[in-house]
């Protein structure tokens, strides 16, 4: 009797440890947000393509603040290749930006860096036109860099913190793993990682699908 209540003990201690690693290697678990080509523009270029006195109008609210505007225009690249009905989000910034996608360069017959958002010297010129006029970027253009938006608390429980760079895993039919991903934390943030089309595509991954954060 006292030895079947040992082996019993043993295999509760046994199965306890093993739940105990499945969490340990289960990883954080993060949302999946599917970002589409779009643009950033200064007040100043806003008025430029729509109108003297014209502001962006809001069409459904993002995070940190941020809004997809019902304004779209048309980017042209360097060949005159032109895409069309690229939608614009707000609020306006301090530096105008257009965020494509690997394919959308090979459209446009264009060389883009991947960057983070924000780092835009030495990126690739672009041209935007709009309703009421036509502006030229210097520079601008970029593949954004995959990266994972978290709250300060969403960074602690993952055991991680702003600037970061991880890995993750998407366990679907393509198992594909992401490396690279940026870590960027703000408290106006949700938990959600971005990647853009391409990579979505490539890696049979929709918006509302999760991955897991690797170590």
Same mark, same amino acid.
């Given at each position: 009797?006292?030895?079947?209540?040992?082996?019993?003990?043993?295999?509760?201690?046994?199965?306890?440890?093993?739940?105990?690693?499945?969490?340990?290697?289960?990883?954080?678990?993060?949302?999946?947000?599917?970002?589409?080509?779009?643009?950033?523009?200064?007040?100043?270029?806003?008025?430029?393509?729509?109108?003297?006195?014209?502001?962006?109008?809001? !069409?459904?609210?993002?995070?940190?603040?941020?809004? +997809?505007? /019902? @304004?779209?225009? &048309? #980017?042209?690249?360097?060949?005159?290749?032109?895409?069309?009905?690229?939608?614009?989000?707000?609020?306006?910034?301090?530096?105008?930006?257009?965020?494509?996608?690997?394919?959308?360069?090979?459209?446009?017959?264009?060389?883009?860096?991947?960057?983070?958002?924000?780092?835009?010297?030495?990126?690739?010129?672009?041209?935007?036109?709009?309703?009421?006029?036509?502006?030229?970027?210097?520079?601008?253009?970029?593949?954004?860099?995959?990266?994972?938006?978290?709250?300060?608390?969403?960074?602690?429980?993952?055991?991680? !913190?702003?600037?970061?760079?991880?890995?993750?895993? +998407?366990? /679907? @039919?393509?198992? &594909? #793993?992401?490396?690279?991903?940026?870590?960027?934390?703000?408290?106006?943030?949700?938990?959600?990682?971005?990647?853009?089309?391409?990579?979505?595509?490539?890696?049979?991954?929709?918006?509302?699908?999760?991955?897991?954060?690797?170590?």
């Amino acid at each position: 009797m006292e030895s079947a209540n040992n082996i019993e003990q043993i295999t509760r201690l046994v199965i306890q440890a093993l739940d105990q690693n499945r969490e340990k290697d289960s990883g954080f678990v993060v949302p999946i947000g599917v970002s589409a080509r779009h643009i950033h523009l200064t007040q100043e270029h806003v008025e430029v393509l729509f109108g003297k006195g014209y502001h962006l109008t809001k !069409k459904k609210d993002l995070m940190g603040g941020q809004f +997809a505007s /019902n @304004e779209m225009c &048309t #980017i042209v690249g360097l060949k005159l290749r032109a895409i069309e009905n690229v939608r614009i989000l707000g609020p306006v910034r301090k530096a105008s930006q257009v965020e494509v996608s690997a394919t959308d360069a090979i459209k446009l017959g264009m060389k883009v860096p991947v960057r983070e958002s924000g780092d835009i010297k030495g990126s690739a010129p672009i041209a935007l036109v709009g309703p009421k006029g036509a502006l030229y970027l210097k520079e601008g253009c970029i593949v954004a860099m995959r990266h994972i938006h978290m709250s300060p608390k969403d960074a602690e429980a993952a055991g991680v !913190k702003d600037g970061d760079i991880v890995s993750v895993k +998407a366990d /679907n @039919e393509r198992g &594909t #793993i992401f490396n690279h991903v940026k870590i960027r934390v703000d408290k106006s943030f949700t938990l959600e990682m971005h990647i853009d089309t391409d990579e979505a595509n490539a890696a049979q991954i929709a918006t509302g699908m999760t991955v897991t954060i690797i170590k």
